[in-house]
């Protein structure tokens, strides 16, 4: 940090990250001149074989060549491992040798080139060993030769012309007045890094048709990444040693914090509704909105035996079956509906796994046990999906008897309002009514799926009173404070654990931007070294590391001043960024509208310390929340496995029977007791 400036442009890689691939290339290049000085050596005074002399001229420029790379990687990591992640002044001369270990590429590809001319023309009559030892030199340099054209590639940054320096540093808050010039060139640069999202965003799509829609979602997901990155000079390593020390401190924390107190029922829930009841019902809803996934959930829960059940099934003519099951030419993802939920064919009243942006897979069927016509709503599963998830502006969506403002997430909203239209348009509703009019409404997801049916059910609230969603591991940036509160009759949201998406939203992300910015600022070690430890901590467990900082020594009343480190971070002031020593909100700070979780929530999470071993047992407790407390992003190694629909699934099931769930299947007999 801030992004190396070499070859008049900037990249996307610091001046403290050339330590490991430094090491690497080092470690290599000693173990190639060892064996190329054993080689000389065996053959020095005796090279009795065709092409003596070239072969003879090529051990020695091979061996000064490799020197000469020796010495320049040494001096390059040396220089790489000095300073901090903000203090880049002892890391001035990094440009210097980078220009230095470029230019020897040019020797180094005029001796590969020498050592395979010789192989193909001069070494007949030479020792096998010989030929063999040159063949793998050769090799070796063009392999280093193509891994580095890759790594420039890789590190290349198409907006990397060097910024401009800002002129004098304002006190942050206080605008300042920029010039016709300075207001166009913003402008331009703005422009520019859409285009480059967009292009990015098409390359990664490559595959989906680029119609109208898709280009629509492309534009707006790059406006959206392209205001998020603008304003830092931060590197990727910078972000990940940030992750680091954040997840330490917040662990810190966590450790030293005061127990919370269990409460027994939801706030806004009916007094007989307590929360063991909602437990069971969560757990019974989670297995449809899992079965929706279609066969690849199926598969992945059931590694053994998934495949030999689904294989009589996949390719089975059903002929009388596709009027209701779309986009399942197989269909092997209603075979997996059927073992996942145990209904008959019968009790389907409508299956889709069509998918298209802003259009998701959902099923609709007559749940018997409980006596509710259910609408499952299937989870990012495709390109497609993901692009929904990431329409995250805000679409207003304005509900009758509702006060306040009333938004949602965009892609999600239009999710919600294509299966809305399905349901009640098309008539699915009204046939399953007509079968069992006694049934009440019940509608569920997972991930994307959860946010589609939240909002699918503020719509249809008002033509069915009595519905009920359960809403497991939504979309934290999802509803409007007036919706989240509106939707608390009737929606329970279920988290597990650190799982990283309920906390997901745009201000939830500016605040972790901003925390990312404060901690690496502060912190006066160098990057290899954090990221060493971060990465023996995240393997190993341990203490968190105390981490000195260069506020360790300063006076309480300079905090509310900001460092010129943080400073130096900073492209541009942003909106969203405020001095580094506040810890305000993140509705606060961020210029994003606030979006929440659905309904009331209930946390789930693990008894016990945060790192067991493979046979130890797992307990869970279960407690009402509410969406404040998700208003920040918590790193954990967790943060994506307790999103996962199977995990969900399990902790629910651990918490509504007697069934003991443990990390390994040999430990299953162990005895262990749920909490609520």
Not at 62 to 84: K, M, P
Not at 394 to 422: D, T, W
Request: aromatic letters at 10%; a negative charge; one cysteine or more.
């Amino acid at each position: 940090m801030p992004g190396l400036v070499v070859f008049g442009r900037r990249w996307g890689i610091a001046s403290d990250d050339l330590v490991f691939p430094g090491c690497f290339e080092l470690f290599v290049r000693v173990l190639w001149w060892i064996g190329t000085m054993i080689l000389y050596t065996y053959h020095r005074g005796h090279f009795d074989c065709n092409g003596r002399g070239v072969l003879h001229s090529y051990l020695v420029g091979l061996l000064v060549v490799l020197a000469l790379i020796i010495l320049s990687l040494l001096a390059i990591v040396y220089v790489s491992a000095r300073g901090t992640i903000t203090n880049s002044g002892p890391r001035r001369s990094i440009p210097a040798l980078v220009y230095l270990r470029a230019l020897l590429y040019l020797p180094e590809l005029v001796w590969a080139c020498l050592g395979a001319v010789w192989v193909s023309d001069d070494s007949q009559g030479c020792d096998p060993a010989t030929v063999g030892a040159v063949i793998a030199a050769v090799v070796a340099s063009w392999i280093i030769l193509l891994f580095t054209g890759v790594g420039v590639v890789f590190v290349f940054d198409p907006l990397g012309n060097p910024r401009p320096q800002p002129a004098a540093m304002e006190p942050l808050g206080v605008p300042d007045m920029q010039s016709s010039e300075g207001t166009q060139f913003l402008f331009t640069a703005r422009s520019l890094a859409v285009k480059v999202w967009e292009s990015r965003l098409r390359l990664l799509c490559c595959c989906l048709p680029q119609d109208e829609s898709h280009r629509a979602a492309f534009s707006s997901i790059a406006q959206l990444f392209s205001r998020f990155f603008s304003d830092t000079d931060l590197v990727p390593s910078d972000i990940a040693a940030g992750l680091a020390l954040l997840h330490q401190e917040q662990d810190k924390m966590e450790q030293s914090r005061d127990p919370e107190v269990i409460i027994d029922h939801s706030p806004s829930s009916p007094i007989g509704e307590d929360l063991e009841t909602e437990l069971e019902k969560a757990a019974h809803c989670m297995q449809f909105a899992a079965a929706a996934y279609g066969w690849p959930l199926y598969i992945y829960s059931n590694l053994l035996t998934g495949p030999c059940k689904l294989s009589g099934d996949c390719c089975r003519s059903r002929a009388g079956e596709y009027d209701i099951v779309g986009g399942d030419h197989l269909g092997c993802h209603f075979s997996s509906i059927l073992l996942s939920t145990g209904l008959q064919y019968r009790d389907f009243i409508y299956v889709s796994f069509h998918n298209q942006i802003y259009e998701i897979p959902f099923f609709v069927a007559l749940d018997h046990k409980r006596e509710a016509v259910l609408v499952a709503v299937r989870g990012t599963l495709s390109l497609k999906d993901v692009l929904t998830d990431l329409s995250a502006e805000c679409e207003n969506l304005p509900v009758e008897g509702v006060s306040g403002a009333c938004y949602a997430h965009k892609g999600i909203c239009q999710a919600a309002n294509y299966i809305y239209k399905k349901l009640v348009n098309d008539g699915i509703l009204n046939q399953a009514f007509n079968i069992a009019p006694e049934y009440k409404l019940v509608i569920t997801g997972h991930s994307l799926g959860a946010g589609t049916a939240s909002v699918l059910a503020v719509l249809l609230r008002s033509s069915f009173p009595t519905l009920q969603c359960y809403s497991f591991s939504p979309p934290g940036g999802l509803l409007s404070k007036a919706l989240a509160d509106y939707s608390k009759d009737f929606v329970v949201s279920v988290v597990l654990g650190k799982d990283l998406v309920p906390r997901l939203s745009i201000p939830n992300m500016e605040d972790l931007k901003r925390k990312i910015l404060k901690i690496v600022s502060n912190c006066s070690k160098p990057k290899y070294r954090i990221l060493l430890q971060g990465c023996w901590y995240e393997l190993f467990g341990g203490d968190p590391d105390d981490f000195p900082t260069e506020m360790d020594d300063r006076r309480e009343e300079e905090l509310s001043q900001p460092l010129l480190g943080e400073e130096s971070l900073m492209i541009r002031h942003s909106s969203s960024y405020q001095s580094l020593a506040s810890d305000d909100s993140p509705a606060h700070t961020a210029a994003h509208l606030p979006l929440f979780l659905p309904g009331r929530v209930l946390h789930i999470t693990e008894d016990g310390p945060s790192r067991r071993s493979c046979f130890s047992q797992v307990r869970y407790r279960a407690d009402w929340s509410n969406e404040m407390a998700f208003r920040s992003i918590l790193i954990s190694p967790r943060m994506l496995a307790d999103h996962m629909p199977d995990a969900v699934l399990r902790a629910l099931s651990s918490l509504t029977t007697d069934k003991p769930y443990s990390l390994c299947p040999s430990s299953l007999n162990n005895s262990q007791h749920h909490s609520i």
